[in-house]
């Protein structure tokens, strides 16, 4: 399934000749799609609007039955996005992503599939309607593909992406990719970055249920304006919490942003440790009520918007007042937060959205800006503990910030809201890749990295809290790699736990050290 040098040298030949590409322009023949119309009816695929649906691309003139090579091109499926497609040639087409629905603003994710291919057939995608002008398509990323009998995601050979400006599209950014076909029966996906649906979630989540686990409790907080369920999962150990005692409350939410799907592997890692037999993990649901909203906008993961909601709202931008009926599911979240902020026996201790991002490496944080120096000392203790724990998370890419385009987020409002000893977070991946201490080229981040990210942060509220004494010394501090993150050992754990302590804690030991 691997593009080959031999599609390089075609892309070169097709882009780096004006009169060949103004020709190839002059006898482009726009396409009809395909249009998919939407009826209403929640959950139902033909509320999919404008994704080409089984679309077979033939060139202009032709009349016949459509024949090997004649691609058919569809997105007519949960979290597909591609509007329009634009015969070039016989190797080369134009493809224009769908924008949001209701919103023509943002147009980054696309989500296709390919069929009816000739074996050893070598093509040449174009995506030539981007929004944004800065991607990390200019610094190595690719699009990622699989296919019917090779069902794992990866990503394209970076040699054959090209992200340029180009003069057949009034000098907007195209990204280009060259791709050899391998074999005829099978059925080809393209996507932005590795898909996780709003299938995928409930499929997850029902087989969590499955399982009865006491410490864990899925509820329906509301459902979106198409009537899908907003999840909010409770993870703690209530048989150890104090009645008496003040609880502490990390709320956690993903998917705000549709497109962002990295965000849900994330996600989808801080519960899987939370749930896990891992001593760290016991000994964190013995302290700490965890709340997560695994996906906040459902609508928009499963039309495929990168941004928006069904309606074509930003829904990181209303956080200050939230519609019941136009931002449903934002406004339950945010009712529940308030509402747990007024409850005298919880202390919301930290609110963290986590996001995906379009032309930065490594994962990092925002944070907000306060007046008051010590809190913004004792703000920089998470990601500070969090960049020892995870080797991919930097800290010096983290930054405080009160943007006031940023107001309406959920880390500017509920900042501004939650008491001083309350902290929010805005957590942000690379949709590409990430550096580490050393390395001397990008690590491209794969569907179990990003879960891995969210392991550690699990694994980060341990040092957090100064709980690592309760772990047995019998037990591994660390996180093994089938259930968390870093494989290093005690060091990186007890690195954690020095940034974590206080200062006569730190002295103490260094005496120590000295004596012995």
Request: charged share 25%; hydrophobic share 35%; net charge positive.
């Amino acid at each position: 399934m691997a593009s080959q040098h031999n599609s390089r040298s075609l892309l070169l030949r097709c882009r780096g000749n004006p009169r060949r590409a103004s020709a190839a322009s002059q006898r482009r023949g726009k396409m009809e799609e395909k249009i998919v119309e939407a009826d209403g009816e929640s959950g139902a695929e033909d509320a999919l609007v404008g994704n080409v649906n089984k679309l077979t691309v033939s060139p202009p003139g032709y009349s016949g039955a459509p024949r090997k090579g004649h691609l058919v091109f569809d997105a007519c499926f949960e979290s597909g996005n591609l509007g329009r497609v634009d015969y070039i040639n016989d190797f080369e087409f134009d493809l224009f992503i769908r924008p949001d629905t209701c919103n023509p603003r943002f147009r980054v994710w696309f989500n296709f599939t390919v069929e009816n291919v000739r074996e050893t057939q070598r093509v040449i995608f174009n995506i030539v309607n981007f929004s944004k002008t800065k991607s990390l398509y200019r610094d190595g990323m690719s699009p990622v593909v699989k296919s019917t009998s090779r069902p794992k995601w990866q990503r394209l050979p970076p040699k054959n992406v090209y992200y340029y400006r180009c003069p057949d599209h009034r000098r907007n950014y195209v990204m280009s990719f060259a791709f050899c076909f391998d074999r005829e029966d099978d059925v080809y996906q393209f996507a932005y970055c590795y898909p996780y649906t709003y299938s995928r979630l409930q499929h997850y989540l029902a087989s969590l249920e499955r399982k009865h686990l006491p410490y864990l409790r899925r509820e329906q907080l509301g459902l979106s304006v198409q009537q899908r369920r907003l999840d909010l999962l409770t993870i703690t150990n209530s048989d150890h919490l104090s009645p008496e005692k003040e609880k502490k409350l990390v709320f956690l939410t993903a998917r705000v942003h549709p497109g962002e799907s990295p965000a849900s592997f994330i996600c989808q890692g801080v519960i899987d440790f939370l749930v896990s037999q891992h001593p760290v993990a016991q000994i964190l649901r013995d302290h700490v009520i965890f709340k997560i909203v695994p996906m906040l906008n459902p609508d928009g993961v499963y039309l495929g918007n990168y941004r928006c909601s069904l309606m074509g709202f930003d829904l990181n931008r209303h956080w200050q007042d939230p519609s019941p009926w136009a931002h449903p599911t934002l406004h339950a979240v945010k009712q529940l937060i308030v509402q747990m902020n007024h409850d005298p026996r919880v202390s919301l201790e930290f609110y963290i959205d986590v996001h995906a991002h379009s032309t930065m490496l490594n994962g990092f944080m925002y944070g907000n800006v306060f007046e008051d120096e010590e809190r913004v000392q004792r703000q920089a203790v998470f990601p500070r503990l969090l960049c020892q724990n995870a080797p991919d998370f930097s800290f010096s890419n983290t930054s405080f910030n009160r943007d006031v385009v940023k107001a309406g987020t959920g880390r500017r409002f509920l900042g501004g809201l939650l008491d001083d000893t309350s902290y929010c977070y805005t957590l942000e991946v690379s949709f590409y890749s990430f550096m580490t201490a050393g390395s001397t080229a990008p690590v491209p981040y794969t569907e179990e990295t990003y879960m891995k990210l969210g392991r550690n942060v699990a694994r980060t509220f341990l040092d957090y809290y100064k709980l690592s004494n309760l772990i047995k010394d019998n037990r591994p501090l660390h996180i093994q790699s089938s259930e968390g993150g870093s494989p290093t050992a005690n060091s990186t754990a007890a690195k954690a736990m020095s940034v974590g302590r206080d200062t006569t804690d730190r002295r103490k030991e260094a005496n120590q050290n000295a004596r012995h």
